[in-house]
């Protein structure tokens, strides 16, 4: 029989409550009954896999997608990919989605009365390489206005969505920028318990990557849900 | 020393953006065994309303009861062009929509065979996390020794089961609940 290593689940308070309600959209949401206890089976611990055949390579640099260039600061975001126990995660998808340098997406529902910019869709993608490392380049997204609460705003960020190796270790999350005054207003980010965690969404500043007269460098490693040491007999 | 996950994040209202270029509703190319089925369904929130920025995505084994994946080491043939992978958002109506194939049974952690199932993630803005859970199949023997379903109170299990249409084959109809009395079950996966 084949044996099934499963997912280890996170402490509580590192990811986020479904009802959340100083974040309005959780109030009716969010489930209001307990989550079922699911034990990871083959279902869980497979998962889809993405190949270079999926992949756009230009799709990386978010500045060169249309005849021109974006407006706004230029800007290098690059980090690792890893498990629980610091494994990289190879040749794994990363799709990332951002406003452009007025905190406009290019989306019918966003109605923020700031330019659109025909140089700009926000949009990249990319796989990790063989050291579960990944690089994009594109434009420091603005901050922008959203209907919350009264003057209510979301700090700079970049939404990032990964797989990882399996069903279970899927996730979305949002990249912020060191010092940006908004954080400590946004539900969003104010989601979770652990401020250890709130932190490690703060991307920091970085001269390696830094490109003199052309970008700054951002540093943002993730981690995906890591594997249990012991087999399950199945 | 063992790291913690990232925190998850909400997809937000635009994320059609970056996961809309693999949209992907039809798992079915000609060469697909097995039994075709298209799903669909609405996704609706805590009042009834329905949900027009949540997108789904879904991970299924083929016919034989084979994930098309290095950790399945069953000896069950892969059907090359069979990915088990779907991602469809919901429309304006909070509609969603595919095609695919009923799955085959795939072992559970006694190596027993679970009764077929499609497992799903539900993003959506207000969802600080993905919702998980799973679509059954109706007038499906395999369910009633289903462990999965068998954690599940009698009364809320058909939320995972999947219902037929009547006088129209081929498809079922499934709904995603986020809130309330009807409310559908959803798994706690770790993340």
């Known amino acids: 029989?084949?044996?099934?290593?499963?997912?280890?689940?996170?402490?509580?308070?590192?990811?986020?409550?479904?009802?959340h309600p100083t974040y309005v959209s959780s109030i009716k949401r969010g489930p209001?009954?307990?989550?079922?206890?699911?034990?990871?089976?083959?279902?869980?611990?497979?998962?889809?896999?993405?190949?270079?055949?999926?992949i756009d390579v230009k799709a990386c640099d978010l500045t060169r997608q249309h005849s021109g260039e974006p407006l706004g600061e230029r800007i290098i975001?690059?980090?690792?990919?890893?498990?629980?126990?610091?494994?990289?995660?190879?040749?794994?998808?990363?799709?990332?989605?951002q406003a452009n340098a007025a905190g406009r997406y290019l989306h019918k529902r966003d109605q923020h009365d700031a330019p659109l910019d025909p140089n700009f869709t926000g949009c990249g993608h990319t796989l990790t390489d063989a050291e579960g490392r990944y690089r994009f380049v594109t434009i420091r997204p603005g901050a922008y206005p959203w209907g919350n609460h009264h003057n209510a705003w979301r700090p700079a960020h970049i939404h990032f969505s990964l797989f990882g190796a399996a069903f279970a270790s899927r996730l979305v999350t949002q990249m912020y920028f060191p010092?940006?005054?908004?954080?400590?207003?946004?539900?969003?980010?104010?989601?979770?318990?652990?401020?250890?965690?709130?932190?490690?969404?703060?991307?920091?500043?970085?001269?390696?990557?830094?490109?003199?007269?052309?970008?700054?460098?951002?540093?943002?490693?993730?981690?995906?849900?890591?594997?249990?040491?012991?087999?399950?007999?199945? | 020393m063992s790291r913690q996950a990232t925190t998850s994040q909400t997809v937000g209202p635009f994320f059609s953006i970056g996961m809309g270029t693999a949209i992907h509703d039809n798992l079915v190319s000609a060469g697909t065994s097995g039994e075709r089925v298209t799903i669909e369904g609405h996704v609706l929130d805590g009042d009834g309303e329905p949900v027009p920025d949540a997108i789904i995505e879904i991970w299924q084994a083929n016919s034989y009861g084979k994930y098309a994946h290095p950790e399945d080491q069953q000896d069950k043939p892969v059907e090359p062009g069979f990915s088990g992978y779907g991602r469809i958002p919901t429309d304006d109506q909070?509609?969603?929509?595919?095609?695919t194939i009923k799955p085959g049974q795939v072992p559970d952690l006694?190596?027993?065979?679970?009764?077929?199932?499609i497992v799903v993630s539900v993003f959506a803005r207000g969802l600080l996390r993905r919702l998980v859970t799973r679509i059954y199949f109706p007038d499906e023997p395999a369910n009633a020794a289903d462990f999965v379903l068998n954690l599940v109170e009698a009364s809320r299990r058909?939320?995972?089961?999947?219902?037929?249409?009547?006088?129209?084959?081929?498809?079922?109809?499934?709904?995603?609940?986020l809130q309330g009395p009807n409310e559908t079950v959803f798994f706690d996966c770790g993340l």
């Open chain 2, 110 to 117: 006694d190596g027993k065979l679970q009764a077929p199932h």
């Open chain 1, 32 to 54: 209001s009954k307990s989550l079922i206890y699911l034990p990871h089976t083959l279902s869980e611990v497979t998962g889809p896999s993405f190949t270079e055949a999926a």
């Open chain 1, 179 to 234: 010092g940006d005054p908004l954080l400590p207003f946004d539900p969003i980010f104010n989601c979770t318990a652990d401020e250890s965690a709130r932190k490690r969404l703060i991307s920091l500043f970085d001269w390696e990557t830094t490109i003199p007269s052309q970008a700054l460098g951002f540093k943002f490693d993730i981690v995906l849900a890591g594997r249990e040491a012991t087999p399950m007999e199945t």
């Open chain 2, 158 to 177: 058909e939320t995972l089961i999947a219902k037929k249409i009547a006088g129209v084959s081929g498809k079922l109809e499934w709904k995603v609940i």
């Open chain 1, 77 to 97: 975001v690059s980090g690792r990919v890893l498990d629980a126990e610091g494994r990289p995660l190879r040749h794994s998808l990363i799709e990332v989605w």
């Open chain 1, 1 to 19: 029989m084949a044996k099934t290593v499963t997912y280890r689940r996170p402490n509580p308070d590192t990811q986020p409550p479904y009802l």
């Open chain 2, 94 to 99: 909070g509609k969603f929509r595919f095609t």
